[in-house]
């Protein structure tokens, strides 16, 4: 079975400042890879995802997330949040070999001050 | 836009209740799933289904059950609602394609007293 870490619970970040989400993960098999985003009182929707082909991935709203198979990662960036960016990121994973069932990470809620 | 819709927004019940939580989707999706979230474990999987009157058990099936009678509509049902079952509730459906997300409705956050 597949098991996803989020390395940082909260992360507190300026507005303008970069940020960084981390994300490890560990499967026997190869896996398919996503970031979903739930704002407050929201459902969750997806940012990016990484599936085959170029490990940088690019997503909704100037967010990129890079697989790394090696390390098993597949941590989440941007270059400047805004306001708007304070919410709760989660990262899944599944394997390519089921049908479906998606294994999350607990989440890093993430706190965008002026 | 795929549209998942979950019938309540919010739920008080008691103990011992049996107590209905209702999902549509509207974009004929044949995969069907049902979360709970708590702080600090992310989202559990109670549930599924990836046909009509089909489903399976997720991670956390205890205290809960199911049911899919039409492809649109996916129920989750306690069948005696105690406090520890006190939650966020999302819905979610997705095509049957490998890579292809989940879809998520708004949740609903259900209080046992």
């Known amino acids: 079975a597949q098991s996803v870490t989020q390395l940082d619970s909260q992360v507190p970040v300026f507005e303008e400042a970069p940020v960084e989400l981390r994300c490890n993960y560990s499967?026997?098999?190869?896996?398919?890879l996503f970031w979903y985003v739930q704002y407050p009182n929201q459902g969750l929707q997806l940012l990016l995802k990484?599936?085959?082909?170029?490990?940088l991935v690019k997503g909704i709203n100037g967010f990129e997330a890079e697989f790394n198979k090696s390390q098993t990662s597949f941590h989440l960036r941007k270059p400047s949040v805004h306001i708007s960016d304070t919410a709760e990121y989660f990262c899944a994973v599944r394997t390519t070999d089921s049908w479906g069932k998606l294994q999350f990470g607990a989440g890093t809620q993430v706190v965008v001050t002026p | 836009d795929v549209k998942v819709t979950q019938s309540s927004r919010y739920l008080v019940k008691r103990t011992g209740e049996k107590v209905f939580l209702e999902c549509v989707q509207d974009?004929?999706?044949?995969?069907m799933f049902w979360y709970r979230q708590d702080p600090g474990l992310g989202l559990r999987l109670i549930y599924f289904s990836y046909d009509v009157k089909m489903k399976e058990k997720g991670d956390i099936p205890e205290g809960y059950s199911v049911s899919r009678e039409k492809k649109e509509r996916f129920s989750l049902i306690l069948e005696s609602a105690s406090t520890n079952q006190t939650s966020m509730y999302l819905c979610?459906?997705?095509?049957?394609?490998?890579?292809?997300?989940?879809?998520f409705g708004n949740g609903t956050r259900l209080t046992v007293t």
């Open positions: 979610a459906s997705r095509t049957g394609g490998g890579g292809s997300p989940l879809h």
């Open positions: 990484y599936l085959s082909g170029s490990t």
């Open positions: 499967s026997s098999v190869s896996v398919y």
């Open positions: 974009m004929d999706h044949e995969n």
